[in-house]
């Protein structure tokens, strides 16, 4: 039985990746933002934290970087917190078992042959264990 809110999002990466590769996997963090539409033509901003596991986060570390638009799909929680000055927040995080890489920020190749646009993804190794191993060491994107 499934529970709990599974979500997509499509965005643009606002920082760098954060990687850490302690422990018996590679993690690697970032946050997404999104701008959505209103039907009168308002526009709202809103920020998904994103973590990544495993040969993901390598994914990540390697191919993604600010600007760079992304789709991930995963189970979300709401996360509260209180910031530095004392005020209480709250925060969308995704663990993403699914990553699609879109396009790289303009001006930025990175000089991996990827034309601007290609798309590429990833699928965590969490759902099965063979999943991260259907990657060959030389991902050609």
Request: neutral net charge; glycine residues 14%; aromatic residues 6%.
């Amino acid at each position: 039985m499934l529970s709990g809110a599974f979500t997509t999002v499509v965005g643009r990466v606002n920082d760098a990746p954060r990687i850490n590769d302690g422990g018996k996997s590679k993690m690697a963090t970032f946050r997404i933002g999104v701008i959505e539409k209103g039907k009168e033509g308002e526009t709202t901003w809103s920020n998904f934290d994103v973590v990544v596991f495993g040969r993901m986060a390598e994914i990540v570390e390697q191919y993604v970087e600010k600007g760079s638009e992304v789709m991930v799909s995963g189970p979300q929680r709401q996360r509260e917190y209180t910031d530095g000055q004392g005020n209480k927040r709250t925060s969308a995080q995704i663990t993403a078992n699914d990553l699609k890489l879109g396009a790289r920020p303009q001006g930025q190749g990175g000089g991996d042959g990827k034309a601007e646009g290609q798309k590429t993804e990833a699928k965590s190794s969490k759902p099965s264990a063979k999943a991260a191993d259907d990657f060959p060491d030389d991902v050609p994107f």
